[in-house]
């Protein structure tokens, strides 16, 4: 899947989608997965959980902490229903015991148990608005045919190790278009802009009847945006 589009206005400059047959050969298709298919993103998530990180106060770019190479969400409650294994999260990689790592460097080293740090201070409460607010479990504002809304389960329903996983993308469903969408909210200043395919419709009266969306809205601050676009 390939999109691209101008962060500022939210037009959708191109749209192509791609499968591979049975016969192993490549080859476009009808299907628009730009807004129909649904994956875990995995660690492209990160973005979104440290731009709540920044725009809480609860840390800068620069903001200096020690990260454990393994974190233990551990309490028999929290892991009700999980092997003793699916509540420690490892850093991949060579283990390092503890590292003091900014939030810039978990970042670009795309750290999980940094991140898991992190989020933990941020809450599941508050990671939850802002992926709302930067539109995932959602549709967009396309109107395209089928198009899928992801899967972000209810609060109620996280378990003790939603807020790690979802936090690096996993446990959480998103369409390629919401995470497009959530870069661009970056990329615009913190600003979210509904994403737009038709611009305009020219009658054959020679009118032009030009195509309204929902009004944009902000989700982080401009400083917040400034620093992870820096960091990214």
Do not use: H
Not at 1 to 23: C, F, H, N, Q, Y
Not at 114 to 128: F, N, P, R, S
């Amino acid at each position: 899947v390939v999109i691209i589009a101008k962060p500022a206005t939210g037009e959708i400059l191109a749209m192509a989608s791609m499968v591979r047959t049975d016969e192993g050969e490549i080859v476009t298709t009808s299907e628009n997965k730009s807004v129909t298919w649904t994956y875990e993103p995995a660690s492209v998530m990160k973005s979104v959980t440290f731009a709540a990180v920044l725009n809480e106060g609860l840390a800068n770019s620069n903001t200096i902490r020690e990260i454990e190479d393994e974190i233990e969400l551990y309490d028999e409650e929290q892991c009700a229903g999980f092997r003793d294994e699916d509540c420690t999260f490892r850093e991949l990689g060579p283990s390092y015991g503890t590292r003091e790592m900014s939030v810039g460097e978990i970042l670009s080293r795309s750290s999980n148990t940094g991140t898991i740090a992190w989020a933990l201070d941020l809450g599941k409460e508050k990671l939850y608005d802002y992926l709302i607010d930067f539109g995932f479990n959602q549709k967009s504002d396309l109107n395209f045919p089928y198009e899928a809304s992801g899967i972000l389960e209810e609060l109620d329903n996280w378990s003790g190790v939603s807020l790690a996983t979802i936090a690096m993308g996993q446990g959480i469903n998103v369409t390629p278009i919401q995470m497009l969408n959530a870069y661009s909210t970056l990329a615009n200043g913190g600003v979210y802009v509904s994403p737009q395919i038709v611009q305009s419709i020219s009658r054959s009266s020679g009118d032009k009847e030009y195509i309204t969306t929902n009004p944009s809205y902000r989700v982080v601050e401009e400083q917040t945006a400034r620093e992870m676009t820096q960091m990214l």
